[in-house]
């Protein structure tokens, strides 16, 4: 039992606008890894109704590749400018290499699969996850990485913009925050427009729909879900990628499982089939995230399993009182 | 005689039930084909193994001068074969202009043909940012008919148009048809027997998967004994 006088501090606390401004930036960076560690998710599971649980083991790859690129030629891109241009060069490598591994999984292994129960998808992504774990493992260890605890090395090459934390107003700014935001911002935006401005999207969201529909348009609808297939598969290794840089995540094999739970809660509560539903739950994790932790670890209560523990309630609350989704429509999504 | 569209001896099964015991029967250019006959009996399954959507286990389709017989729909589609389903199945989340969109297949001039779509259908243009799954069971109709025009089909399979319209919108769904009609040939799927003589040419009767009468609808009456038969 709390007492009466614990809660009136833990509302004096946040009364503080140092504190206020912390948690409403701190929720917008974790809003930003919500959204992109479920941008990949959404397409697949959201508008193709493939349940992929090969989610997070895709993460781990993304930010292995990444922190690849950047521990190779960290030595020749040095300072600011040369370490976050070269991270863009990591991100589209990591984009062009997963996009195609995507591609061709949706090919070889996942189109046979389509006419049956979403069980055997499961097992059969969920087996994919074992095997690409297990060769993960595998190659770490002979390259003499310890793979079960953090790329300390990736870490290493952010730049030291992005480590220190800024002076801003007195407030202190942490520079992969606003790092994070930026990118996030740009992953949902680069989302947003392939699907709502391009062709290839207007094909998506029709076939997601009613595929059989589509298809007597003349749209070649399994070609257009292997592309959502390995776009998602890439923008799920772009997240990874970004994740490296952060203490908080950081590449190693257990990324894949942080990341997979959370990952379905935010496209379960957007809603299956809506990518802006995704964004606005994302969103919505993130602050919880931001203010519980908060909350939880400062003086006031000391509980630090607890904002984990919140972001499953949003999940079974919304489950309760809104089984769709928050932006979700019922019957949307899958074949 | 090339026809445009030919099913020779089709027999189309959904899992083991045989539903098309060996139905052919053929469109020419610019013609209006009706097929009737009661619920159940195949008139839907003729139309979904025209698009490969149903493919026949046994027996041909050709379209054009090709044999499509197992193609991809999309492939046939493309080949200029159009379908304005039953229920009319819009992409209820797009708006009506990115229903018609998805239905040009000339990427180029997406624009041009949506013009043409309004154009023809002048009151859908009010209506172009809403989405499709708003909109009223006639208004819905016109689109899925605009979705036929601006694929640029020589072929339109257009199954029960007048079904659930009330008769003032159903007089203006006909109309749309005799339009698209000047440029493409139909077979029409159609419950309501003077309206399909009525649009149509010619008409093939259907019963238990099976053609058994066809003839052109000029006198042709619901009374006439060998239909009402079939029909009642």
């Known amino acids: 039992m709390i007492p009466l006088v614990s809660l009136v501090d833990a509302a004096l606390h946040f009364l503080d606008p140092a504190v206020l401004a912390r948690v409403l930036f701190d929720g917008l960076a974790k809003a930003s890894i919500y959204v992109m560690i479920a941008a990949g998710l959404t397409l697949i599971f959201g508008l193709m109704g493939v349940l992929n649980f090969a989610h997070g083991s895709l993460t781990a790859i993304g930010a292995y590749l990444g922190g690849l690129v950047m521990v190779t030629f960290a030595a020749s891109a040095s300072g600011n400018v040369g370490r976050i241009a070269l991270f863009f060069v990591a991100i589209v490598v990591v984009f062009a290499l997963l996009t195609a591994f995507g591609g061709a999984m949706e090919v070889s292994l996942i189109r046979p699969l389509y006419d049956r129960p979403p069980l055997y998808q499961i097992l059969l992504t969920f087996g994919i996850t074992l095997v690409l774990e297990e060769l993960l493992r595998m190659i770490l260890l002979f390259y003499d990485i310890q793979p079960s605890t953090d790329w300390l090395a990736a870490q290493g090459t952010r730049p030291e913009v992005i480590s220190k934390t800024h002076d801003v107003f007195g407030l202190g700014v942490e520079g992969l925050e606003v790092f994070q935001i930026l990118l996030g911002v740009a992953i949902t935006a680069g989302v947003w427009l392939f699907l709502t401005r391009t062709r290839y999207g207007l094909y998506i969201r029709a076939g997601s729909e009613d595929g059989e529909m589509a298809q007597a348009l003349g749209v070649n609808v399994h070609q257009a879900f292997t592309v959502v297939f390995g776009v998602g598969v890439g923008i799920t290794g772009v997240a990874g990628a970004l994740l490296m840089w952060d203490s908080a995540w950081a590449a190693s094999i257990n990324l894949g499982a942080e990341v997979l739970l959370p990952a379905f809660v935010v496209v379960i509560v957007g809603g299956l089939g809506t990518f802006r539903g995704t964004v606005v739950a994302g969103v919505l994790v993130g602050f919880v995230d931001a203010f519980t932790t908060e909350l939880f670890t400062s003086d006031i209560v000391g509980f630090s399993a607890l904002p984990e523990l919140f972001i499953f309630l949003i999940l079974v609350g919304t489950l309760v009182l809104r089984p769709q989704g928050l932006f979700g429509v019922e019957e949307v999504g899958g074949h | ?232």
Do not use: C
Request: glycine letters at 8%; hydrophobic letters at 40%.
């Open chain 2, 1 to 232: 005689m090339s026809h445009l569209l030919e099913l020779a001896d089709v027999h189309t099964y959904y899992g083991e039930s045989h539903i098309l015991e060996g139905v052919s029967l053929h469109v020419d250019p610019g013609e209006t084909v009706a097929l009737v006959g009661r619920n159940g009996v195949g008139k839907t399954t003729t139309l979904r193994t025209a698009l490969q959507l149903t493919p026949p286990r046994n027996g041909t389709v050709t379209y054009d001068g090709e044999d499509v017989t197992g193609s991809e729909t999309h492939e046939v589609a493309q080949a200029g074969m159009g379908w304005i389903p039953e229920d009319r199945r819009m992409f209820s989340q797009l708006t009506v202009d990115e229903n018609i969109q998805v239905a040009v297949k000339d990427s180029e001039r997406v624009d041009a043909h949506l013009d043409r779509a309004f154009e023809a259908f002048p009151d859908l243009r009010e209506f172009r940012n809403r989405k499709a799954g708003n909109l009223s069971g006639g208004q819905q109709q016109m689109v899925a008919i605009a979705r036929g025009l601006v694929g640029e089909n020589d072929l339109l399979l257009v199954d029960e148009p007048s079904e659930g319209l009330a008769p003032q919108i159903v007089e203006d769904v006909a109309n749309a048809l005799r339009a698209v009609s000047e440029d493409a040939s139909l077979l029409l799927v159609e419950q309501n027997f003077p309206l399909a003589m009525d649009l149509a040419d010619r008409f093939y009767l259907m019963d238990h998967g099976e053609v058994v009468h066809s003839d052109t609808t000029e006198g042709v009456s619901a009374d006439d004994e060998e239909i009402r038969r079939y029909l009642t």
